[in-house]
């Protein structure tokens, strides 16, 4: 079998991540396989529902790509299925306040780190294990919670919530981030003014010993993060894969 997740990260190498909103299992499964290290299905704003992800899971699964999945805006409940589903971390979107960390700790890891609740049927398929004990022995330690910061609030908040037992690192949204620091004005994942928060963000994250990841949508800025240092790093979407795609192919049909 190939990395999991978690032993990539382990490894100190970077994971360029396939974000993938259409539900169809087979687009999941064809974006994996052309070249990414982890595929994020996305239930905040693609198309994702359970059954779309328990499909997918095992369409990428097939692959050998791990699979991490993006619940919707306070779904604790979500991230918990995604765990059983197979899932090998979840990202929680708008993680403000060291409650809601709290609450997407406690859905993510099994007592006494937090309040999961048993049931993973699907994941045990996925990791051989033979053994509820075996998976139990293994869960808290390879599945990661990924708390997205991506408002004022939460910046504000960034080392209580790190502290937090049980979330295993940072997921930054710079396209929400540059949304509530301009109080509304821009919509500009790239702006000059992310640029600051971007690295404290990653300085705060390693210095507490997590995972920083990030969203990005081109290949450069994706490059540039991880050379920053950041280790997951999302380069673009379906929806723009195909467009890029689309773009690129018809390029030379026009006349100039
Ligand atoms: C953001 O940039 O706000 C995100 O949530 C990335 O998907
Ligand atoms: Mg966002």
New binding site residues.
Partial sequence: ASKSLIETVRAGETVYLGWVGNPDPLVAETIARAGFGAINLDMQ?GLHDPVSVMRAIGSVSAAGVPVIVRVPVGDFAMASRALDMGAQAVIA?MVNTVADARAFADAMKYPPIGKRSWGPTRAMMLTGDASAAAYLQRANGETLSLA?I?TREALDNLEAILDVDGIDGIFV?????SLTLSNGQVVD?DAAFLDEPIRHILKVTQAKGKVPAI?TVSGVRARAMADLGYRII?VGLDALYLREGVRRMLEPTLDR
């Fill in positions: 704003h979107p997205m991506e949204g710079p396209s929400d981030l994942g969203f999302a």
